[in-house]
C-alpha cells in the first residue's frame, strides 16, 4: 500500500469543526483513500472512503487535493465521542475486500468540552 | 444490522498455556481478518482466510494458527503464551468485493491478558 503521513495528534473543542489532514504524495490512481476511525478500546470503524471527488456521509465529509497527493477529513462538529485515533489508508481498487487492511499511525484526536 | 461477533471479550490466561478466540463474521461476508493490537500500538494484521482457505500471512508467530470453518466463524489458536502476548485481538470481516471501501467490518475485541 502506499504510504500516508498524518500527525501523531490534533486537538480540538468541541461542538467546533476538525479537520485532519493525510498527505499521500506517491497515490497511484487506482487507489482509493479510506478513513477508519479506532475509539477507546474498540475496533477500528469506517469513516468515509473516495477516489478524487468530495465526498459526505452522515459521520463526515472528505475533501480531495485536485492533484490527490493530500487529502483532508473533516468532522463538522465535534464531539467529545469523536475522540479516537484515525487512521488514512490508501487502498487499490482491486485489493479493497482482498486483502487486510494495514494501519500506520494515525492521529490521535482529543475533543476538549 | 448484525455485526461482527468476537468472543470471548476477555481472556486471562497464565504461560504457557494455551488460548482460542473465536469470530463470527457478517452474514454473507466471506473474508475474515485477525489483528493483533498491543499497548498503545496500532493493530497489526496477523491472518486472513478466503472461503475457509488461508488467504494472507502476517506477522504472526509459529505458535498460532488460525481456521476459517465451514458457517464460516474463525478461530485463532494461541499456543505456549507469553506475556508478550497480551493484546486486544480484533476480528474483521469483508465481502471480497473491489472497492468497497466501507466493507471492512471489525469486531470489539478480546482482550487477552497472560499472567
Known amino acids: 500500500d502506499a504510504k500516508t503521513t498524518q500527525p501523531n495528534s490534533m486537538e480540538s473543542n468541541e461542538e467546533e469543526p476538525v479537520h485532519l489532514p493525510c498527505n499521500h504524495s506517491t497515490i497511484s490512481g487506482t487507489d482509493y483513500i479510506h478513513w477508519y476511525r479506532q475509539l477507546p478500546s474498540q475496533g477500528p470503524e469506517y469513516v468515509i472512503h473516495?477516489?478524487?471527488s468530495n465526498v459526505n456521509n452522515r459521520m463526515a465529509s472528505l475533501a480531495i487535493a485536485e492533484d490527490r497527493k493530500s487529502s483532508t477529513l473533516i468532522l463538522h462538529r465535534a464531539t467529545l465521542r469523536d475522540a479516537a485515533v484515525y487512521y488514512c489508508?490508501?487502498?487499490?481498487?482491486?485489493?479493497?475486500?482482498?486483502?487486510?487492511?494495514?494501519f500506520g499511525s494515525g492521529t490521535r484526536l482529543q475533543v476538549q468540552p | 444490522a448484525a455485526g461482527v461477533i468476537q468472543s470471548p471479550r476477555h481472556l486471562i490466561k497464565e504461560k504457557r498455556e494455551t488460548a482460542t478466540l473465536k469470530c463470527y463474521p457478517i452474514p454473507r461476508h466471506d473474508t475474515v481478518y485477525w489483528y493483533q493490537q498491543g499497548p498503545g500500538q496500532d493493530p497489526q494484521f496477523l491472518i486472513s482466510?478466503?472461503?475457509?482457505?488461508?488467504?494472507d500471512k502476517g506477522s504472526i508467530p509459529d505458535r498460532f494458527s488460525a481456521q476459517q470453518f465451514s458457517d464460516y466463524h474463525s478461530e485463532l489458536n494461541m499456543s505456549s503464551l507469553e506475556l508478550g502476548d497480551s493484546a486486544l485481538y480484533f476480528c474483521a470481516s469483508s465481502l471480497r468485493s473491489p472497492g468497497q471501501g466501507h466493507g471492512y467490518t471489525f469486531g470489539s475485541g478480546t482482550r487477552l491478558t497472560v499472567v
Open positions: 473516495g477516489l478524487t
Open positions: 482466510f478466503y472461503e475457509k482457505m488461508q488467504s
Open positions: 489508508i490508501l487502498r487499490d481498487y482491486w485489493d479493497t475486500g482482498r486483502r487486510a487492511l494495514t
